[in-house]
């Protein structure tokens, strides 16, 4: 066999030991051997046959690719929801204008030196 499909078989022994520990001391023990032993079983039946292994292997690769393909792109929107939607929502109800650009009547946008930092160096 292939490294690297020894270590998918390894893989599949060793990924349910914590889920099963955790259900276990929650009083979840059918889940729990549930989960162990489809595992295991997996496992053993990949040990005993190199082309179910290979097989298997080729749909849990495209599976996870799928997965992958799509993760980062629901994880940035749903993180843009979290995030910046409230933060404008609440700068919008208190009418903070952070950036200054609600300033109409204004001839310059330069800073008047009275404004500015007058320690020169922590200017940056």
């Known amino acids: 066999m292939k490294n690297n499909l020894k270590k998918f078989i390894a893989f599949l022994f060793i990924l349910p030991i914590v889920p099963t520990i955790l259900l276990w001391l929650k009083s979840e023990r059918m889940l729990a051997i549930t989960i162990f032993s489809t595992f295991w079983g ?45 933060t404008s929502l609440i700068m919008k109800l208190t009418k903070r204008d952070r950036l200054k650009l609600s300033r109409q009547n204004v001839s310059s946008y330069w800073l008047d030196e009275k404004e500015t930092n007058k320690d020169y160096e922590r200017q940056y």
């Open 42 to 86: 997996l496992g053993f039946a990949c040990l005993i046959s190199k082309a179910f292994a290979q097989n298997f292997k080729k749909c849990v690769d495209k599976i996870f690719a799928f997965i992958g393909k799509y993760l980062a792109i629901v994880t940035l929107f749903l993180g843009y929801i979290a995030a910046v939607i409230p």
